[in-house]
């Protein structure tokens, strides 16, 4: 019998926490793992909004997979997927093709632009460490812009598509950001728009309302403009055309209105819902007892019968699912089924300001905010122990 | 006898000095001195290569007015000059029209684009607080959109066109900071290219070509490219095209290759030559007892008859013997005619390294990077004493 090969596509929450536990459990020799991603680094998705803000060190949120990958269990290919072929046990990637026995795949999203006209072409979206360092820039020149060219006021305004975690927690940072930017760049705070706008009737939609209020008190403070059950029909150079035909002309417009899965699992042929693939009770793609997906492309539903949201904590806990289950089928073992633990969910602010509920608990202000915090440094010592909190998480406990 | 009106126009390094001595040397109300500027603060062209290469702190490189001028000695009236009206004695400004008794102009320059097609609308140029941080922020930008277009490479190449002093002193810096940017952004340093573009046959023209030769070494082991005697035809929204037909592309084109006085000056009625008056012996204008011209808006010629570039170093003696023919004009003393002293010249090649002639001595290296810091603390210590030195050269003395 051959030493069984393992591929596991993208090192997200997901990829990466299946590859790191195969790593802890596997004995050297007992299966052939490779890590197949576009990078040679993970980065920690939770804290992109910081960064894309520009509150937040790239560095501190990015960990280089060679600090956490033994070579000697784990095989590291740096190579983009190109293509799924479930039915041919092959991936092809743009470093040659990978055939396998077991594959997981944890490719993670893309945006879901719902249709609207111009968002892929002139929005901008949170979704990498290249990404977000485009937002950041792409603010700041425009700043630098607008003194240069003064009767151009909208480059000053910004957009934020979305009022969900993700562009609720952006606003948050972004209004941080503002006063740094409108010091370093000699503008007029009061010239500074920053509109939230979104869709749904509420901001953060199927939170906690009471949560939800305190949240949007918080920001409107800070002076964020929220738009809610305002959809954007379309988006332009020049900003965003909303569905009653108002136009709103912005130097920046960023889409955190959501993800869809990554669209190579669709074109492999998966049964998808919104790019997701509707995994079984272990994580495997329907009609293969060899493909797990993990992470955003993977659909899990809750005893309610609807779908869990694609979040870091249950990406993680399905890496460790599957981890748990790939060593069982090396060994012969029995396989486990997916449960995920709903353990809270905590949306930042900017700084020293949170919403949350954990355990149950509804948490606001700081002690939100140092929740936050804990759940952030919790994953750092989970990927790589207490050296890499030191080394990543320092500037997390210094900024309060 | 009514009090005599001084009305100062710009507090670029002539009008701010004519401003400084008339206040050290005029009694409360011996004249009714007003200094109108664009902006509230002064800044310190001599460094703004440094801001837009992004190795400079802006802030390093400005002074706020208000703490240089006593508000009981000087008006100060932060307006855009808009015409000079010599011969009814008014000024217009979009803050109302000024009369005068006794005109200082020092509205600096403009950059000469020698009809060259494009350079006005795609080309940056190192004139102001608020271009240099343009510039800086426009690298920046295009190091972001490059990862995420890579295939556009021409992003990370970045045409010098011009290689006088702001030139060279341009490229040193942005040589210096090339390295850090391709860290922030994960760039490999090998795909940037600077390429230092200039019409005459030398670098430098006009300065010494053992230093000019020792200049091009060091810039070219920092990476620089220099293209000498390639005279540029039309500058271009993809880059520029040289006067043989060879188009480089590029995300970033600096114009550094000349500057012209104000055109408000020729607009006033003054006889110009590239935009600077020929002013007499004690720096005023043909034709005009009461006008004043200093710095970049005034051609001095030497003993050769030929002018004298624009530089600081000219602008502030220009100042100084403006502010002390005011001192006479208002106390009834004789006029002193003006004489440059030319101490010498130095030029920074970036960290450490420079080149100068002073006082008939050539220096190079670290000798040279020392006294052009000696240079500039000298300046702050002269506008603002002690204290301005200690808070604005700090991080001179410190980063060697």
Redesign the interface.
Known sequence: MSTPKILILGAGYGGLMTALKLQKELSYGEADVTLINKHDYHYITTQLHELAAGTGD?EDARVFLDELLDARKIRFVKAVVTEIKPQERKVETTGGTFDYDYLVIGLGSEPETFGIQGLKEYALCIRS???V??I???I??N???Y??EPEREELLTIIVGGAGFTGIEFVGELADRVPELCK???VDPAKVKIINIEAAPTALPGFDPELVEYAMNVLQKKGVTFRINTPIKECTPEGVILANGEEIKAGTVVWTGGVRGNSLVEKAGFETMRGRVKVDDYLRAPGYDNVFVVGDCSLVFNEQGRPYPPTAQIAIQEGQNCARNLVALVRGGSLEPFKPHIRGTVASLGRGEAIGIVGGRKLTGSAAAWMKKLIDLRYLYLIGGLSLVLRKGRHKLLRV
């Open positions: 790239p460490l290249n990404a360092r485009m950041r820039e792409h700041e020149y700043f630098a812009r003194k240069n370093a760049f000699d």
